[in-house]
């Protein structure tokens, strides 16, 4: 055999790590110390499986001719306790929004109000009322729980409620249209992301698509000249995240649904983003709402519910009793109903919008849009302050004027004026520097910017400043640790 690096190579060398490898803690020392003796009461199975891969790794550090003291009970009984940590930590975990993008979707877009949350928090914790008429004991609709908010804040008739708005997409239009034609301005090709592109859904609702009109301008005569008798509706879909500006113009939902009323076809608006307001109010940028366009007279009008509503993930389409009627007889209906926590943290967000008043204080995602940038600059002076205290000596920071952005396909076009923290530090990239944040607990989501790692106080959710700079010091400490 030929030598080479401290690899096991001759029969000398293994000779000298025999006696090494037969003082390896054995797994059942391992599950007799300290913490993970505790651990063995409970969760036996997955400590016992962190105290193999441990020794596991140690036998393999030794035969790599390592020193032993990396073998010593106590070093490989640490390494099992963090394996076993790993091991048991949920996957799906609360995490810290410092990335300034309100409605982010990789992170679960509309961050719940305390109202939704305590909603949810009933309907999980045991049976509930999700379909049991209480006067009568009879089976009722599920949507039975929102249908007066909805009425009461939109002026809707009727309302269903399904997993997204893509979902609620195809219900409509399979219910509507299937094996007819669907009028769409080409300047409404929409593509929202994750291959939902409304040609596409388009054909697999079974409908036939008639393009009208160009990219940029599309006139109410391009529309009633495509109207023939297969025609079966008219689709208005929002322009949620692009916008067409310059020599442009598309005819107002209104005029379409008057169109569509006279010549005896149905008229549809995919809003998207769910305005159940008119945010001006509250000094934000104007986006079509749902009560404007059910007033305008549209058949069916259908959003998400966890963009600017601010719930949970779900499909909302509101139109008159009839044709929704229709729709709930509708297989995919079944196939696409939401559940009694989707129910419930929907229930809870919109009881909220009954004061409009009181939205930004109460409502998440309209405070966050809401927040004046007074405040968030005294929130990023704050937060630059505690960093440079607690992480004096490697990490900079100090505050720049940023731009957040909406998200979620709402207010296309539009950013708000935010203040960032910028963190810059000469020991670590600031690339790592945000991979490390992700790994911590609970992991950290922020903006790399040239140089620097960027936090805006915009999404980051009051009381999370101590888990950030708690991420900052596990960072900061690693470091002091030398490369890992
Ligand atoms: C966001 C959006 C959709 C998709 O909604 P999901 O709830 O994500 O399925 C469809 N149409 C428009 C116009 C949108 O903005």
Redesign the pocket.
């Known amino acids: 055999m030929t030598a080479c690096n401290g690899r096991i190579t001759s029969e000398r060398d293994m000779e000298e790590k025999v006696p090494l490898l037969r003082r390896l803690p054995r797994v059942d020392d391992l599950m007799a110390q300290g913490r993970m003796a505790a651990l063995a009461e409970a969760h036996r199975p997955l400590a016992r499986e962190a105290a193999r891969e441990a020794i596991e790794e140690a036998r393999q550090r030794l035969l790599a001719g390592e020193d032993s003291a990396g073998a010593s009970l106590e070093a490989v009984a640490a390494r099992a306790m963090e394996l076993y940590r790993r091991k048991s930590a949920r996957s799906l975990r609360r995490a810290v929004n410092a990335t300034g993008v309100a409605l982010h979707t990789n992170l679960g877009r509309a961050p719940l109000s305390a109202a939704a949350q305590e909603a949810l928090a009933e309907a999980a914790a045991g049976y509930c009322n999700v379909q049991a008429g209480l006067d009568s004991g009879e089976r009722t609709p599920r949507e039975i729980h929102v249908l007066g908010l909805l009425q009461r804040i939109t002026g809707a008739e009727a309302a269903l409620v399904v997993n ?4 609620a ?1 195809v219900l409509v239009l399979n219910t509507l249209a299937s094996g007819r034609e669907v009028i769409l301005s080409r300047g409404e090709m ?1 593509e ?1 992301g994750g291959s ?1 592109r409304i040609p596409e859904i388009l054909k697999l609702a079974g409908c036939q698509l008639v393009e009208v009109g160009c990219t940029n301008r599309t006139h109410l005569a391009d529309y009633e000249k495509a109207i023939t008798p297969a025609t079966a509706l008219i689709l208005a ?2 322009q ?2 692009y916008r067409i500006e310059g020599f442009a113009s598309q005819p107002p939902v209104a005029e379409l649904a008057k169109l569509a009323r006279s010549k005896g076809v149905a008229c549809v608006h ?4 769910g305005a159940l307001l008119d945010y001006r109010r509250y000094g934000l940028p104007y986006e079509p709402n749902v009560p404007e366009s059910l007033a305008a007279g549209v058949d069916a009008a259908l959003f ?1 519910g ?2 600017l509503l601010g719930g949970p ?1 779900c ?1 909302i389409i509101l139109g008159k009793t009839d044709t929704l009627q229709a729709m709930r007889k509708n297989p995919f209906y079944r196939a696409f109903r939401v559940c009694k926590l989707t129910l419930s943290a929907l229930e809870g967000t919109l009881r909220l919008f009954l004061d409009a008043e009181r939205l930004p204080q109460e409502h998440r995602v309209t405070a966050l849009l809401a927040m004046p940038v007074k405040e968030i600059q005294r929130r990023a002076e704050e937060l630059a302050r505690l960093v440079r205290e607690g992480c004096s000596g490697w990490l900079d920071a100090d505050t720049i004027e940023e731009r957040s952005e909406i998200g ?2 709402s207010f296309a076009g539009h950013s708000l004026p935010t203040v960032c923290v910028r963190l810059r530090s000469e020991r670590i990239a600031a690339a790592e520097l945000s991979k490390r944040l992700r790994l911590s607990d609970p992991p950290v989501f922020a903006r790399v910017h040239e140089q620097g790692v960027l936090m805006d106080p915009r999404t980051i959710l009051p009381g999370e400043e101590p888990l950030i700079l708690a991420a900052l010091q596990g960072v900061g400490d690693s470091l002091q640790r030398g490369p890992s």
Do not use: E, R
């Open positions: 997204n708005n893509a979902a997409t929409v929202i939902f879909v929002h949620s995240n995919d809003l998207g983003s998400s966890d963009k993930q499909g979620g396909g």
